[in-house]
């Protein structure tokens, strides 16, 4: 018979390797699973994955108004990166990825970072809202 650890351990293996669980995701990874395909190639004028001439302007706005503003969506780009099960924490590192790669240095987000994320997401739904 296995102990106690050995079986936890094994199915703790067994779980991070199954498909669809709701882990969480390094920003870097994301990158590659959401963000990519449109910041590889510049789609729709997307800033490319280390062009820090085009991310520059962007990294100015700072990390809480560019993230808020790129996960309700902005410019040429959709909600979330398109994904719409992507949290604001997943976007979040995934856009410090890109920036810190791209000429800035940003950290994840601390849950203060995090809550002035979300109170500016809601401020930018708001302001999209009196638009329409």
């Known amino acids: 018979m296995m102990n106690f650890k050995k079986q936890t351990y094994i199915l703790a293996v067994a779980l991070l390797g199954a498909p669809g669980l709701a882990l969480a995701q390094s920003g870097e990874s994301t990158y590659k699973q959401v963000c ?32 808020a503003h790129g996960y309700v969506g902005v410019r040429g780009m959709p909600a979330k990166g398109g994904n719409p099960n992507l949290s604001i924490e997943g976007f979040a ?39 329409q």
């Not at 910041?39 to 001439?53: I, W, Y």
């Not at 410090?96 to 994840?108: F, H, L």
Request: proline content about 4%; hydrophobic content about 40%; aromatic content about 6%.
């Open 93 to 131: 590192d995934a856009l410090v990825y890109m920036v810190n790669n791209s000429g800035g240095n940003w950290k994840s987000p601390d849950v203060k970072t995090i809550a002035a994320i979300n109170k500016e997401v809601e401020a930018r739904k708001a302001g999209l809202n009196k638009k």
């Open 36 to 67: 990519a395909a449109c910041h590889g190639a510049g789609v729709l004028n997307a800033p490319k994955f280390g062009d820090k001439a085009k991310w520059a302007p962007l990294i100015a706005e700072g990390q809480v108004t560019l993230t």
